[in-house]
């Protein structure tokens, strides 16, 4: 694909949500439109039926979180998750496993558990996703702080419109704790998924038109138009923790039957943002 190539249409199936205030997407759709509330008392963390029960138990939030909307989403396209590529994005991977695993190097390194060490790698969730489900596909798992969610998002739509061929995109982050709470404010639960495919099926929910936007080529930068969150609902995810820079995007299907929607852009780098234009399936 050529610099000024206009990227090809994709088609985006089983979007899925989690937070304890919207758990699952029928919940924060409704939200988002301002047809529903939010969930009181918040929902305890999902439990992934991936995974065994025993491992169940012992993934960490992150692991529970992405595994749920992976397969809210698998099952909402109607595709076998065993055949579809994955890309899983957390800006941060798993603070609280990082935290203990640096309080104990820090004190007494000889407790150090195995099994945690295991855990706080960044590809911790896909690894778990794809043992779970079978899935020999290609799996990739993308990281780039605050703008991790469009980092993410872009690298699957490129490997889509490549390979001819449906990628699953699952974003997720939890809370900081100890003293990385000083390097970066993430304060709750949030995950989404949803599936990207080169052609329209009967399981598309909206048609995906993408490209680049160069503000300092224009004269502006990306921070300018950056896609903040409409309804009252989705105010509150605001600052929650990286993914919310998701909420655009997901506000912006909540609302496909509306009319025309605007283009949502989300920040790649100071200068460089995503533009995704959504619109009703043809």
């Not at 699952?24 to 029960?53: M, N, Y």
């Not at 558990?113 to 489900?133: E, K, L, M, Q």
């Not at 490997?159 to 699953?168: E, F, G, I, K, N």
């Amino acid at each position: 694909m050529s610099a000024t190539a206009t990227p090809p249409t994709l088609y985006i199936e089983g979007p899925a949500f989690w937070t304890p205030t919207l758990p699952g997407w029928d919940a924060a759709r409704a939200a988002f439109r301002g047809e529903g509330t939010l969930t009181d008392p918040p929902a305890k963390r999902p439990a992934p039926q991936v995974l065994a029960p025993a491992e169940r138990r012992r993934a960490p939030d992150t692991v529970a979180l992405a595994l749920e909307v992976a397969a809210a989403a698998m099952s909402a396209s109607g595709r076998n998750a065993a055949d579809v590529p994955c890309v899983f994005i957390s800006a941060h991977g798993d603070l609280t496993i990082n935290d203990y695993m640096c309080s104990t190097l820090a004190t007494d390194p000889t407790v150090l558990s195995p099994t945690r060490f295991h855990n706080s790698v960044h590809n911790a969730a896909v690894g778990y996703w794809t043992i779970g489900t079978g899935c020999m596909a290609a799996s990739n798992s993308v990281s780039a702080f605050e703008f991790s969610f469009a980092t993410g998002l872009l690298e699957a739509a490129v490997q889509c419109a490549a390979d001819h061929s449906p990628v699953l995109v699952v974003g997720y982050d939890t809370p900081t704790v100890g003293p990385l709470t000083s390097v970066t404010d993430s304060r709750g639960l949030l995950a989404v998924a949803m599936v990207i495919a080169p052609e329209r099926s009967e399981r598309t929910v909206a048609a995906l038109e993408w490209s680049l936007s160069d503000r300092a080529r224009n004269g502006g930068d990306a921070a300018s138009t950056y896609t903040l969150p409409c309804s009252e609902a989705a105010k509150s995810l605001s600052g929650i923790n990286p993914m919310a820079q998701a909420l655009g995007l997901f506000e912006a299907l909540a609302h496909l039957d509306d009319d025309a929607a605007p283009p949502v852009e989300l920040q790649l780098s100071p200068t460089l943002s995503l533009r995704l234009q959504l619109r009703p399936p043809p």
